[in-house]
């Protein structure tokens, strides 16, 4: 009876001792994760209102993340001819976690034209990854971001512009 008893404990200390034993391995892996270096997000493109360029237009580049508030990566606007360039980095890229936003007034009636803009928030398309000395870079090209003066392009924002 005794001679069960204390295989029966030698047995439990062994399974706890290299639980323990593999505890600590997967906190070890967990701390290496956390050291994720930051990747780049560039973001092009050229804003069009019926085929005419629009200029300053504010935009913004977030790291969206669900049911909390996002987080900016970088703020921008609009050259003469409709262009923008937006760089910002992050950690923890997914690739669904990135978007970019802007305001414009490409379909406003007068009642609203000094008070609100559109929001509007663009598909982004597949991004193209590069790798250089300097770290890597993921690169969206939005190409020409057509908004209609007939059809509402977003939201209406009166208050938080």
């Given at each position: ?76 606007k609009t050259k003469k001819n409709g262009d923008f360039y937006l760089v910002g980095k992050m950690k923890g890229f997914t690739g669904y976690n990135v978007r970019v936003k802007l305001w ?58």
């Amino acid at each position: 009876m005794n001679f069960k008893i204390i295989i029966l404990l030698l047995s439990l200390c062994t399974i706890f001792t290299s639980a323990f034993f593999f505890e600590k391995k997967i906190k070890k892996i967990f701390k290496k994760d956390k050291k994720e270096k930051k990747i780049t997000i560039i973001v092009k493109g050229r804003v069009l209102c019926d085929g005419k360029p629009l200029k300053n237009i504010k935009m913004k580049l977030d790291k969206f993340i669900e049911k909390q508030r996002d987080e900016k990566l970088a703020t921008g606007k609009t050259k003469k001819n409709g262009d923008f360039y937006l760089v910002g980095k992050m950690k923890g890229f997914t690739g669904y976690n990135v978007r970019v936003k802007l305001w414009h007034k490409c379909y406003n009636r007068k009642f609203f034209e000094k008070f609100c803009y559109y929001k509007y928030i663009p598909d982004l398309p597949f991004g193209k990854m590069d790798t250089t000395k300097r770290g890597e870079y993921i690169i969206y090209n939005l190409k020409d971001v057509k908004l209609s003066k007939k059809g509402r392009s977003g939201e209406r924002d009166c208050f938080k512009f």
